[in-house]
């Protein structure tokens, strides 16, 4: 029998929202609501054993203008720096289709995009006809990837699926209809990219959500997913936190938006 793969795991910062963004957009309840609240904006890459997956595909500079967000590097010069070349890239996970996860579709072109049933179902159906809840979404991306479900180029899943060796995909509620995260084996155990199933660890540990949800209790019900799917609470990976810049090794010394987070934490 061989052994399960132990993969790297970089996290890719691409945007931040900038310092003027306070704690009342990431937190529901009550709470220092005024005072600073940044987030930053990642892609993931896991790479070993002979494979490259891709965690989501960011946004455009168009669309960081749009709603005002710091764009820092395109997602793929980005992932260029690690070797990697969009565009050879065979398997992109789209953990779910808000418009800072699935935007940068066209640099993709030889990938199968892994999304959950009910995220499609979620993004093309009568919620949408509600802003509240329609808001996140780019609807320019969910065509997108209606183009790609008819050309054959995404690969649905309904809830847990293994895509590669030590590779498993696993349905969340909560923030969208069909998020996913991905549970991956490193040498250090298997960790848990959590994408939006928690934005700051603080949103997990204090059990207070962010305020962008469509079910608070599936939300809740997600952080204790990603606590029993992962080997121990340093190998849960949050979505867009600061802190995951601060606490992970650089991939690269002189690379400040690129760190190993199959690696041990360094503080
Ligand atoms: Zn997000």
Known sequence: MSETPAYKVFALRYATSGPQRTRRENFIFADAHDAPGPIDYFVWAIVGDGRVIVVDTGFTPAAAAARKREFLREPTALLGLIGIAADQVRDVVVTHMHYD???????????????Q????????????????????????????????????????????????????????????????IVRVNTTRGRIVLASD??????????GNPFPIVLHVGEMLEGHRLCEELADGEDHIIPGHDPEVLKRWPRWRADEPDIVRVDLAPIS
């Open 101 to 115: 996860h699935v935007g940068n579709l066209d640099a993709f072109p030889a990938a199968t995009f892994h999304l």
């Open 197 to 206: 199933a928690m934005h700051l660890t603080e949103n997990r540990i204090a």
């Open 117 to 180: 049933d009910d995220e499609m179902a979620y993004a093309t159906g009568r919620y949408m006809t509600h802003r509240a809840l329609s808001q996140p979404f780019d609807v320019e991306d969910v065509i997108g990837m209606v183009r790609r479900v008819y050309a054959g180029r995404v690969r649905f899943h309904a809830g847990s699926a293994e895509i590669a060796p030590g590779i498993t995909l696993h349905r969340v509620g909560g923030h969208s209809g069909g998020l996913q």
